[in-house]
């Protein structure tokens, strides 16, 4: 603890009193403009990987970034669901899984949480990203099976987030946006899910299009270099 305790000393003393005045815009409430969805995993920092500051983005972590389907008993992640749709009017959803994910080696290998029942009952909902895998990962002719699980589970997730009224109502008139995302731990890459070919590419090559709406990343990446 003695490590957090002294960042928490730190922010205090310093990085709190550098922005003050964005935390005092805070104080009035909350605006957030996309919603992400993520694992638990403490390798990632969504802030630091985003480049967002406080306000910027809604977050819900889990083990293996998994959305429940709207029939499916409610949790907390369909309640933050519902908010950041409802109230908050998040115009974009990320779902971000990761490489050497746990829980996706978890539904490989399910004897491996036998004595883990909650952890077990959990990645249970993301199942179906197992039969899929295999079948991506032949059709793809690479044996990383637990690669294409990863994969496999973030469309599986994207689809689970479509299940949900609100979020279909405002994906059909264009007031929301689906983003698929895997981070790489090696290399900090990131891949994005592009639906048209059913495939990811890494982030500076892909054209994300959504509903219309498209942005050239390769031209915004020289455009920022």
Not at 79 to 105: K, P, W
Not at 147 to 167: A, D, G, K, M, W
């Amino acid at each position: 603890m003695e490590p957090i305790l002294r960042g928490m000393l730190e922010f205090q003393q310093r990085v709190y009193p550098e922005h003050e005045e964005l935390f005092q815009q805070l104080v009035n409430g909350q605006s957030p403009k996309a919603m992400l969805i993520t694992c638990s995993d403490s390798r990632i920092d969504p802030a630091l990987i985003m480049g967002t500051r406080p306000g910027d983005i809604f977050i819900v972590r889990n083990a293996g970034n998994i959305v429940t389907p709207a029939d499916a008993p409610g949790g907390g992640e369909a309640a933050s669901l519902e908010y950041a749709v409802c109230v908050l009017g998040v115009e974009d959803i990320i779902l971000c899984g990761h490489t050497q994910c746990g829980a996706m080696n978890a539904l490989l290998d399910p004897k491996s949480v036998d004595a883990l029942p909650c952890v077990k009952s959990w990645v249970a909902h993301a199942h179906e990203a197992v039969d899929r895998a295999k079948i991506r990962a032949s059709q793809n002719g690479r044996g990383d099976l637990l690669q294409s699980c990863i994969e496999s589970n973030v469309i599986l997730q994207l689809e689970h987030l479509r299940t949900y009224p609100f979020v279909a109502e405002r994906l059909r008139d264009g007031r929301l946006r689906l983003h698929g995302f895997v981070y790489h731990f090696d290399g900090g890459r990131i891949d994005y899910y592009e639906a048209a070919h059913n495939t990811f590419v890494p982030l500076h090559k892909a054209s994300v299009t959504n509903d219309g709406v498209m942005t050239d990343l390769i031209g915004m990446q020289e455009r920022t270099a």
